[in-house]
């Protein structure tokens, strides 16, 4: 999109180009603006005219060195664009930055400086306004960094322009409680009164909430629900009525237990940045395995609630279908389990019916968390409960594909979060409705 300006026209690159543009900046930045509500929001919703990248005052000069042969022009206030020489410190009172690439170049991105003290950030508004440099950004599904958004909110309330009010109302729903309270608290120290307080203060469903509500209606938007938010994905591979599982430790890689305890897992694990549920799926398998997968689409989609343990059946337009998503409310809705990965509400917990793409297979698992693959009977979650000896287990049909030994005495264990707690009564029902 190209905006007519008097100071230049405007082609902004597009967030991924800004991240390859900033890729040898050593100082930590963020999309900004509306962009960063965006992500926030999941999906599109409006046009953009310009790019924002927020970027600590203290960097500015490793901003410059990154682009060395970049047209740079400070914006001195009220409004005036002038050249931004390099190794000049800009003053206090300048904190928007164009940049393009040549004097006949249209306008490209545009940093916006904040402050710092130490490992805080200073609002350039409010300087009684702080948090931590480590939490005022999030990560998008593909993988870039945004400025959190009630962040950005603060921000967009000094003006109130129509695209700023867009943007609240748009991203509102996806506001946790703890943001709301940290919005209203600081515009209400900036500002004493403010058009939007009132409507923080209202009880609204949060996107997560809405999307899980509608699958009642008989479909679910199984990628609108995971993507931008915490996940887990995995396969269920089943044979002769069991299921490939994998025996891990509790928090330490296999060769350091002691033996005595393995958890029963499903064939999967945490996502990566930028990964959808289909990409972790068929990533966590081949780490797992060592052997290729096929996801194979399910004829129906169970949703199962795992804090109010309510489980119904679903369909899904997003191919290929998983066999079950569950989710489970995190504590902390504000942090990720790593700085590079999203954070939200929920973590969401999905597994696909699988199968080998080659007749034989011969297993070579390439995780140190786990000690052995098992094909577990799918009726076996019953047995374990909160802890069976592997010989019983071995009894009922349990065997060792890769990996071990497995002592006949180690207590099995099986997580309450655990998907295969769930989905093995499951899949053991429809081998037997098919008989």
């Known amino acids: 999109m190209t905006e007519a300006n008097p100071l230049g026209r405007w082609e902004p690159a597009t967030p991924d180009e800004v991240r390859d543009l900033l890729a040898a900046v050593d100082a930590p930045w963020w999309i900004a603006g509306g962009y960063a509500i965006e992500f926030a929001v999941g999906e599109p919703f409006r046009e953009h005219g310009d790019v924002d990248v927020l970027l600590l005052r203290r960097d500015q ?135 939007w307080l009132d409507r923080l203060g209202e009880h ?40 490939l599982t994998t025996l891990a430790a509790d928090g330490v ?15 999967g694990g945490g996502q990566e940045p930028g990964e959808d549920i289909w990409d972790c799926a068929l990533r966590e398998a081949r780490e797992e395995l060592g052997v290729p997968v096929r996801l194979v689409p399910s004829e129906r989609t169970y949703l199962h609630d795992i804090d109010g343990d309510e489980l119904r059946e679903a369909r899904t337009d997003d191919a290929p279908a998983p066999f079950i998503l569950q989710r489970v409310r995190n504590a902390d809705p504000t942090t990720p389990f790593r700085p590079d990965l999203p954070a939200g509400p929920f973590t969401y917990f999905c597994m696909f019916l699988a199968e080998f793409v080659d007749e034989e297979v011969a297993f070579t698992p390439d995780d140190p968390d786990i000690a052995a693959l098992v ?14 000896a592997f010989a019983d287990l071995t009894a009922a049909g349990a065997t060792v594909a890769a990996g071990g030994p497995i002592a006949a005495e180690a207590r099995i264990h099986l997580r309450r979060t655990e998907t295969l707690r769930v989905a093995g009564p499951l899949l053991a029902a429809g081998i037997s409705g098919r008989d």
Do not use: N
């Open 375 to 388: 094909w577990m009977p799918l009726k076996a979650g019953a047995q374990i409960g909160e802890g069976v």
């Open 61 to 195: 000069l490793e901003a410059q060195r990154a682009l060395p042969d970049w047209e740079w022009w400070a914006a001195d206030p009220p409004g005036t664009l002038r050249p931004w020489a390099p190794g000049e410190i800009l003053p206090p009172e300048v904190h928007d930055i164009w940049c393009r690439r040549g004097p006949d170049e249209p306008w490209c991105f545009q940093f916006m400086l904040d402050e710092a003290d130490g490992e805080e950030w200073v609002s350039r508004r409010d300087p009684r306004i702080r948090r931590p440099i480590a939490e005022i950004g999030r990560t998008s599904a593909d993988g870039l960094p945004y400025l959190a958004p009630e962040i950005q909110l603060f921000y967009k309330s000094h003006g109130l322009r129509p695209k700023d009010e867009e943007d609240f109302a748009a991203v509102l729903p996806v506001l946790t409680a703890e943001q709301r309270q940290w919005l209203r608290g600081t515009m209400t120290k900036a500002y004493g009164q403010h058009p």
């Open 204 to 243: 609204t469903d949060s996107v997560d909430e809405r999307l899980w509500r509608e699958a009642d209606s008989g479909t679910a938007e199984v990628r609108r629900l995971t993507g931008g938010r915490p996940f887990c994905a995995g396969v269920l591979l089943v044979r002769d009525g069991r299921v």
């Open 253 to 267: 890689d296999a060769v350091d237990a002691s033996g005595t305890d393995w958890f029963v897992g499903g064939v």
